[in-house]
């Protein structure tokens, strides 16, 4: 199954405006509707994206390690101290 790649352009540009907006001692940033709407649904996606990939890592891991035996061991059995 492939998973087609998020354009992510929207938030990098909004990323570099708040940026340079903050380098200049701005007090505020705008964007245009189309801007912030760009911004909105890649953002919607990303977070869609990430709850899926989410779901589908709870789903498989289930039940997974349930009967695992983890062993730690630190240091040696001969102490100096």
Do not use: C, H, Y
């Amino acid at each position: 199954m492939s998973i087609d790649p998020i354009n992510t352009i929207p938030i990098q540009q909004f990323i570099q405006q708040v940026k340079s907006a903050d380098s200049t001692n701005q007090k505020e940033i705008r964007l245009t509707i189309v801007d912030a709407k760009n911004l909105a649904f890649t953002l919607g996606i990303v977070m869609s994206r990430l709850q899926g990939d989410l779901e589908k890592l709870v789903k498989e891991n289930a039940g997974a390690g349930v009967d695992d035996l983890i062993k730690v061991e630190i240091g040696s059995t001969s102490s100096n101290w």
